[in-house]
């Protein structure tokens, strides 16, 4: 699960990592309400304003209506500048941005919708850095990424400059100990006073990933002011979605605006699904055998649209809820059902298609492949359907039928 910018911030600074102070807004009143107080407590006459979206590269964004203008704008005063002037322009940034669509690196092209900004005080930067706090799957352990390149994108850095990435795992049973983070900050070329507040900083850091269950905290860019202080100037967390039961108050920070409708459908129906760009629809169990089907549909030149783990014990209304899921996508033009009868039954499986092909019909080809429990009771319930169905013999002779199918 993801969170927007302004909610990360609030979560950092109930733990004591530093972040500009700023206010969430929704409406061009609030945005111009929030401009004075931010410059009274902070003295500084440099406000920000940013969309908010669950996305990154805002800053190089650009809305579809206002393609000069991108997600992340900033307002600076004159020396003779007052507050007055301040709001006009937040203003007028406010009402460019909300209900805009903002295009970025990662929204593709359609970008995302704005209904959220967030006012933040400037802040005087000396220099950008790059951190973040993530879970590394091969290893089952967080690790703690640092890099001088910060404001740039950090695949970006990974493939063209990759020895500037440093790296210190975090043993789960001692967690980043201080010689770790002294190297860090070392690494980062930090000095005197802002070199002890980065220790702390990313000592705090990593705690706090920790503690909430995060697969992802990443600041970019984390910046050091000429005073010697290390600020979050930018925040992005994720979390795993198995420990947000501990975690009632991140659950409450979901936006389903931010998600795919059809995903927050499957998660009700508790199925694993992700849309992707391609034509071939998937729905198979087992979230390995998933992958390797993707994988196979990519071997024999085609392109998935979705992952669909139905689970091990889905019932036969899951497996409705699922086909009916896959169909609704209108850049499906197959389907290919792969099934692995262990703890699911086959015959569930084709039931479950069966009751679901009946409820919204089948304009398109559907090839099936089931292999292990009540195999020929499933197979018999769908040849008694009278459903148009191709019969796979393996998996690489369903990812080329449903191909061919597609194509023809």
Not at 217 to 235: F, H, M, Q, R, S
Request: glycine share 12%; charged share 25%; aromatic share 4%.
């Amino acid at each position: 699960m993801k969170i927007h910018e302004f909610q990360a911030k609030e979560l950092m600074r109930a733990r004591g990592i530093p972040v500009p102070q700023g206010t969430a807004v929704t409406s061009v009143a609030e945005a111009v309400k929030a401009v004075a107080p931010l410059i009274e407590a902070t003295g500084n006459p440099v406000v920000v304003v940013k969309a908010q979206i669950h996305a990154g590269g805002r800053g190089k964004g650009r809305f579809i209506e206002e393609p000069e203008l991108g997600g992340v704008s900033v307002v600076t005063e004159g020396r003779d500048g007052g507050v007055e002037a301040a709001k006009t322009k937040v203003g007028d940034l406010a009402a460019r941005m909300l209900d805009g669509t903002l295009v970025t690196v990662q929204t593709g092209p359609e970008g995302k919708p704005v209904r959220r900004l967030y006012i933040e005080q400037g802040v005087d930067i000396d220099r950008e850095l790059y951190l973040s706090v993530l879970l590394d799957r091969a290893s089952s352990r967080n690790v703690v990424m640092a890099s001088t390149e910060g404001g740039t994108e950090i695949e970006q850095v990974a493939e063209e400059t990759p020895e500037k990435i440093l790296r210190e795992e975090i043993d789960p049973g001692l967690g980043l100990l201080d010689f770790q983070a002294r190297q860090l900050a070392y690494g980062l070329g930090l000095e005197g006073m802002a070199f002890k507040n980065g220790v702390r900083f990313i000592k705090t850091l990593a705690e706090a990933a920790v503690e909430l269950d995060t697969d992802l905290i990443e600041i970019n860019p984390l910046v050091v002011t000429k005073e010697g202080a290390v600020v979050a100037l930018d925040g992005k967390m994720s979390f795993e979605a198995n420990a947000l039961y501990r975690h009632p108050e991140v659950q409450d920070m979901r936006d389903l605006s931010e998600e795919n409708a059809a995903e927050i459908e499957a998660s009700g129906y508790d199925l694993s699904f992700i849309k992707l760009d391609g034509t071939i629809g998937c729905m198979v169990n087992g979230a390995g055998l998933a992958m390797a089907t993707m994988d196979i549909i990519k071997y024999v030149g085609g392109q998935p649209a979705n992952f669909l783990d139905v689970g091990g014990g889905a019932e036969k209304d899951q497996v409705a809820a699922a086909f009916k899921i896959i169909t609704r996508d209108p850049n499906v033009k197959g389907i290919f059902v792969n099934i692995f009868g262990g703890i699911m039954k086959c015959d569930t499986i084709a039931q479950g298609i069966v009751d679901a092909v009946d409820e919204v019909g089948l304009d398109m080809p559907l090839v099936v492949r089931l292999e292990g429990t009540n195999v020929d009771l499933g197979k018999q319930i769908l040849d008694e359907s009278g459903l148009n169905i191709l019969s796979a013999a393996d998996m690489k002779d369903g990812a080329q039928k449903i191909l061919e199918a597609t194509k023809s």
